[in-house]
């Protein structure tokens, strides 16, 4: 199993982002998919998930500006992120089961 996580970058306050996780060797439509996020000199916490029916969970200081989704056709779930702020700076990975994906790193300026 392989989770490739992309697109982080430098966005300013108020400021959106996509990011998305690929993978290969399992089918995310059958998977509860998470995306996590660390921040430096933070544990690694929740963000959302997603299950294989589509509900999905949110971590109560990103409700209402983050959103996850899923497109089976491409074994690919997102997590589009909108008013983004400063604490939400941190490096995002996706992950299933005890599969992680590299890190994607987010960076919210002031």
């Known amino acids: 199993v392989q989770l490739q996580a992309s697109g982080g970058g430098l966005v300013p306050a108020r400021g959106s982002l996509r990011l998305s996780c690929t993978a290969s060797g399992v089918v995310m439509g059958l998977n509860i998919i998470n995306w996590y996020r660390q921040a430096p000199g933070k544990q690694r916490e929740l963000v959302a998930n997603i299950d294989r029916w589509g509900g999905t969970n949110y971590a109560e200081s990103v409700m209402g500006r983050f959103t996850i989704s899923r497109d089976n056709a491409k074994n690919t779930v997102y997590l589009q992120m909108n008013d983004l702020k400063p604490e939400d700076t941190a490096a995002y990975f996706c992950?299933?089961?005890?599969?992680w994906g590299q890190g994607t790193l987010v960076t919210v300026s002031s």
């Open positions: 992950n299933i089961g005890n599969e």
